[in-house]
């Protein structure tokens, strides 16, 4: 096979078909430099979108480590809930039931720590203006001693995961009161 090609070294002339031209030699460097770029730019956008994937890979589980705990968090409040409201309910003054309150605060303090350490933080909003992406309203209720829009009080506790709402607290929220009409006989 080397025979049939041969390559003159010493003329460089003598290696290009005879029938090639100046400007046929330009149209093909014209046309490899085309495809050579295309082939660049089609290599640029390969790296980039394989980097745009690596980099949503790392969110996804970072999100996924931070996440993790959601669902089996969301099922823990309402232990915590029906802890609270036991301790709620219990008279801290009967004798009788002093030591079963006693194991229900060490255990909800339990709880409430193990899930601090989870950063799974409560909100209770009490006499804080309302705040709709953390609160449910319940219902609104008129004062005079707070402003309007303030949290009156506190059915349930919200809770949040590393930041993200979990369960919205739900609140009754104050509005103030309504203007007092003249009566008739103060009209007279």
Excluded: W
Aim: a negative charge.
């Amino acid at each position: 096979m080397a025979d049939e090609q041969t390559v003159d070294t010493q003329n460089p002339d003598a290696n290009q078909a005879p029938e090639a031209s100046g400007e046929d030699l330009a149209a093909r460097v014209q046309v490899l430099e085309e495809q050579l770029a295309g082939a660049q730019d089609q290599a640029l956008r390969v790296a980039a979108d394989l980097q745009n994937v690596r980099r949503r890979a790392e969110q996804d589980v970072e999100k996924a480590h931070k996440f993790a705990l959601e669902k089996f968090a969301s099922d823990l409040l309402p232990i915590v809930d029906s802890l609270e409201r036991g301790l709620e309910l219990s008279s801290p003054d009967d004798e009788s039931i002093r030591p079963m309150r006693e194991g229900i605060e060490l255990t909800l303090k339990m709880f409430q720590d193990t899930l601090k350490r989870y950063q799974l933080e409560a909100i209770d909003p009490h006499g804080e203006p309302f705040n709709a992406v953390q609160h449910q309203a319940m219902a609104m209720q008129e004062s005079a001693d707070v402003e309007p829009n303030s949290v009156l009080k506190v059915f349930q506790k919200g809770y949040q995961l590393n930041g993200r709402l979990l369960r919205p607290a739900m609140v009754v929220v104050s509005k103030a009161p309504a203007p007092v009409s003249p009566s008739i006989d103060e009209q007279a």
